[in-house]
């Protein structure tokens, strides 16, 4: 899609582009890069719609360079493809490393987007501004809208993180029930800039992680549930040994 902009020619980002195989080591500043491009009001608006492949960017390609610049410690051996379109992975895996993982395929979903999320943004585009908490109503379809408000509230850190605690399980249920390949990776994109952010929201992901979500990813073909953050968070558990976890908690390392 061609941007809009007084200045600005040919499309902001391309399916070549995203497709492209990157390294571990170069994938993540590359999508900062692109992410850059977004440098104007109105396409950000028009990223905010999904258009030139925003979504593809923000929601599946940056949470898949975060899993592998941390869990692959930066390698410039091991190659991360996105791979866009209706098969059952989004990304595939190939690692050239001397003892290479078994990993080889990356699978995204998010909890960064929902549809309370959308209408957000819709209001931010309008209006410059928007609440960022409490209820979003809105009358008549997308295109052809009546009204659209949201109600701005103070709300209790706890009960934010409840909100998104249900977000991570809903998203995780919905994958359990589809078929993927073996050896894939389930990334689940997390905010942890306010509802993970403090250690005991952490701790309480990292508890459900434990007793619910990586039991019920045990008769799926995932090898890996990842739970990553913009901001630092790192949790990734393996389906066959629920005991092992690698933790990355804003550039703090521990195995557990």
Not at 64 to 87: C, E
Not at 147 to 155: L, N, V
Not at 176 to 190: D, F, P, R, S
């Amino acid at each position: 899609m061609k941007g809009t902009d007084a200045g600005h020619s040919g499309p902001v980002l391309t399916r070549q582009e995203l497709e492209t195989p990157r390294t571990a080591a170069e994938m993540r500043a590359w999508i900062d890069a692109a992410h850059s491009r977004f440098n104007t009001k109105a396409l950000r608006a028009e990223a905010r719609e999904g258009r030139h492949f925003a979504n593809e960017l923000v929601l599946e390609a940056r949470p898949m360079a975060l899993f592998a610049y941390r869990y692959f410690g930066a390698s410039p051996d091991v190659i991360i493809r996105h791979v866009l379109g209706n098969q059952n992975h989004d990304g595939t895996v190939e690692d050239k490393r001397q003892q290479p993982d078994s990993i080889r395929y990356l699978e995204v979903t998010t909890t960064l987007k929902t549809y309370e999320d959308s209408l957000r943004m819709e209001l931010l585009s309008k209006h410059g501004h928007v609440a960022a908490y409490g209820p979003v109503t809105a009358e008549g379809p997308r295109y052809k809208r009546l009204s659209i408000k949201a109600e701005g509230m103070a709300r209790a850190h706890k009960s934010i993180r409840a909100d998104h605690l249900k977000l991570v399980q809903d998203a995780v249920e919905r994958k359990a029930k589809k078929k993927y390949e073996e050896n894939t990776v389930l990334i689940v994109a997390v905010d942890d800039s306010t509802p993970f952010r403090e250690k005991e929201d952490v701790e309480a992901l990292d508890k459900l992680a434990r007793e619910v979500l990586v039991p019920m990813l045990k008769a799926t073909n995932f090898s890996l549930l990842a739970l990553e953050g913009s901001n630092g968070l790192h949790l990734c558990y393996s389906i066959a040994y629920p005991s092992e976890r690698l933790t990355r908690k804003r550039g703090v390392n521990s195995r557990n």
